[in-house]
């Protein structure tokens, strides 16, 4: 392929590090290149708005545990969690493609609003185009949302410290294996339902209770390894995750060993890490646990001194190894 072609593998991992910093953040924002958050944190009349973008393109348009409706929906409402911010309003931009079937936008759109409704964001805004057939594979959906962050609040990439704790809010990898397995048809992934699902009250019970708690980065394209990669490189540490205490489920661990992948570089789409200091790690453990979607929440690292690898892990069988960056995107159009 042309060297000067984008690639399916710039859509994540190390790929999409090298489109952002080579091509896109130099052409739109020159000179100004600073930590990427999940979301801008914006003052307004001595408040602190959050404010995020994002674009879905996931196929299949319906899968096990949601559909892009209710994943663009989740998508930005847990971009403006991982900020602190209390989710408000969110526009819904619709590309629809000519032959889309009407009674499939229904349910689809019905399912974004139904997220919307139970965490309480208000649809603002939104715009409708219509494609020729086949130049959008049905839909894609663009969004914006808008949260507001509570005052003293301040998370990010850069806050993580030496011998804080690392914490992943559940199970990890459920919906990039859903997505594989459904798209492929492997049948012996067919039990995988993803874990799509909107963040904010738990990201709220969890800073309510621990305030301390230094960043959340929602685990989506790239993984846990993608997210930890770029933690440990912001903040100038290393993590060191211990393998036996990281929570992958069966189907997971079966779906990686059987293709040869690395659950920490599968895709969740309602799953966080969170970085808190160490002597409120129990505590921070319990208030995810007390919440529905954070009952398998467990404590799967530390953050150590900066060494030659950003990110270790100490295997099952007592070595220790380094987990690189996901290259690429290693199932593209996953959200």
Request: one cysteine or more; charged letters at 20%.
């Amino acid at each position: 392929m042309d060297e000067n072609a984008i690639r399916l593998s710039h859509g994540s991992g190390q790929g999409l590090q090298e489109l952002l910093h080579e091509l896109v953040l130099p052409a739109l924002i020159p000179g100004q290149m600073g930590i990427l958050e999940d979301a801008a944190l914006l003052t307004v009349q001595g408040g602190t708005l959050a404010f995020t973008s994002d674009s879905f393109v996931v196929w299949p348009l319906e899968f096990r545990g949601g559909d892009i409706g209710k994943l663009s929906a989740c998508g930005t409402i847990n971009d403006l969690a991982m900020m602190g911010a209390q989710p408000k309003y969110l526009s819904v931009s619709l590309i629809l493609e000519e032959g889309l079937d009407k009674q499939l936008l229904i349910r689809i759109l019905s399912s974004l609003r139904t997220v919307c409704e139970e965490t309480g964001v208000i649809i603002a805004c939104g715009d409708t185009k219509v494609v020729d057939r086949g130049k959008a594979d049905g839909m894609f959906i663009s969004t914006s949302g808008i949260g507001m962050v509570p005052a003293g609040r301040v998370l990010s990439a850069a806050n993580a410290r030496e011998g804080d704790a690392v914490l992943v809010s559940g199970p990890i990898g459920l919906h990039g294996i859903t997505i594989l397995s459904q798209r492929k048809g492997l049948r012996f992934a067919s039990e995988a339902i993803s874990d799509c699902a909107p963040l904010n009250t738990l990201a709220e019970t969890l800073l309510t209770c621990v305030p301390e708690t230094r960043l959340l980065r929602d685990a989506t394209r790239g993984g846990c390894a993608a997210i930890l990669h770029e933690i440990a490189e912001s903040s100038n540490v290393c993590v060191l995750l211990d393998e036996a205490k990281i929570p992958v489920p069966d189907v997971v661990k079966g779906a990686c060993a059987f293709l040869g992948l690395d659950p920490l570089h599968i895709a969740n789409e309602g799953r966080f890490v969170a970085v808190v200091p160490a002597h409120e790690a129990a505590i921070a453990v319990s208030a995810c646990q007390s919440h529905p979607i954070g009952n398998g929440a467990a404590i799967i690292g530390t953050v150590t001194q900066k060494g030659r690898f950003p990110l270790l892990l100490k295997t099952a069988i007592g070595g220790t190894r380094p987990v690189e960056m996901p290259a690429g995107e290693l199932l593209p159009r996953i959200c």
